[in-house]
Every structure is written in C-alpha cells, then in structure tokens.
C-alpha cells in the first residue's frame, strides 16, 4: 500500500487566492482527518469524516475553509481566499474502525500564504 | 474533554544513553488508546509506539518502550540506546474508543548529542 497520499507537497500562494489540498486515504480506511499544524499551536484536528460523512468541523478556523469527501479515495480541504495566517503544515490521516492502530498521516502540504 | 500534556519542550541525551519523555492525559474514561508519535525533520507523523489502557502490560518496541501508570494517568516514553535518528519531535495521543479523532500533546524536542 502506498499509504497517505497528499499533494502538493509544497504551496505557495498569494493572498486571496484559492487553495486546495488533496489526499487519498489507505484503501479499507473508513475515517479521514485533517489535521494543521503550526509552532505556535501544534497539531490541531480541522475535521474529520467518517464513512465520507463529516463528523466533526469545529475545528475549521472560519468560513474560508472548506473540506470535502466525495467518495472514499479522495478528500480536499479549500481555503478561499487565503491569507498569511494560513500559513502551515496540513496533515491527512486516516484510520480504520480498530482505535488501537491510530491514524497514519500523510507527507503533509507545507502552505505558505504571501 | 480529554487533554494531553508533554510537560517537557524540548529533552537532550548523549547518543547510546537512555532518555525518557514525559506525558500525562485527562480522561473520565476506562477504556482508551495511547500513542507516541515521531516527526523528524523530514515532517512524517511515524507511529512509535501504542498501549492499550486495559492491558498492565507496557508495550515494547525494539528500542522503545512505555511506562503506563493508569491511575496516575502517565505514559511516558523511554528510549533505550539513543542513536542519533532518534532526533525528532515526540508527539503523545490519546484516542477514546468511542470518538475517531486523536488529541494529542503539544510535542517533545529530542536532540541527540553525538
């Protein structure tokens, strides 16, 4: 299995445009997270799905962001439009029905907003 | 809520010594998941290591192991040999058998010193 796949790797973008970060889950996988990770606030769960449904968002920041799970090998998180505070690592992970074998991630897209 | 805590940022030890990386939870729970986490420079979230809270038994993985004090609510990471791969961040998780998400602590700094 060639495990959590996210692209881009890297993001460089200007200020008030349109991002979107993509990630295909582990196949048999039934829950994907999103997950933004910063110095100053560590790893914090944006949303997560299960069975594609989104369970919970309260962690996304504001309106501007947005997650979809259309079907169960592909996510996005957008971000419209983007602003420098954006700037962070976003993990993917997914993680099948058994909690004791945790999530496995993703490379992360490192997102730099200018 | 359950809350995970790494009381130290960032830990030191000469190579081939024995280091051990602090962590305590909150949870009302008595069932649930524990996790270490590693993230190298490379930035891969890598499982080290995992523990069942109704297992006594600490885990054990090669070189790493786990010291579970279930009413103390500690779980605390010791590596053993520390070889200079060991450097990375050390992330802690707590995973409720009856949520998806993973909380985890805000992160150990391991430097290995040749």
């Known amino acids: 299995d060639a495990g959590v796949i996210q692209s881009p790797r890297h993001e460089v973008t200007e200020m008030g445009q349109e991002v979107t970060l993509r990630c295909k889950p582990i196949s048999g996988h039934n829950s994907l997270f999103w997950y933004r990770q910063t110095m100053m606030r560590g790893l914090e769960l944006l949303i997560y799905f299960n069975n594609n449904v989104p369970i919970d968002d309260s962690g996304m920041p504001e309106d501007r962001f947005s997650a979809k799970m259309p079907n169960a090998s592909f996510s996005t998180l957008k971000i419209q439009p983007s602003e420098p505070r954006d700037s962070a690592v976003y993990f993917c992970?997914?993680?099948?029905?058994?909690?004791?074998?945790?999530?496995?991630f993703g490379s992360g897209t490192r997102l730099t907003v200018v | 809520a359950q809350t995970v805590t790494q009381s130290q940022p960032e830990m030191s030890v000469q190579e081939a010594e024995t280091v051990t990386l602090s962590c305590t939870y909150d949870t009302s729970e008595s069932d649930y998941y524990l996790f270490w986490y590693k993230q190298p420079p490379s930035r891969q979230m890598i499982l080290v290591i995992r523990?069942?809270?109704?297992?006594?038994q600490n885990a054990t993985e090669n070189r790493f192991s786990v010291n579970f004090q279930k009413a103390a609510k500690s779980f605390s990471l010791k590596i053993s040999d520390s070889q200079l791969g060991d450097a990375a961040m050390y992330f802690c998780a707590y995973r409720s058998p009856r949520a998806q998400k993973l909380v985890f602590g805000q992160g150990t700094r391991l430097t290995i010193n040749p």
């Open positions: 523990q069942e809270a109704y297992k006594q």
């Open positions: 992970a997914s993680s099948g029905t058994r909690g004791l074998y945790g999530y496995t």
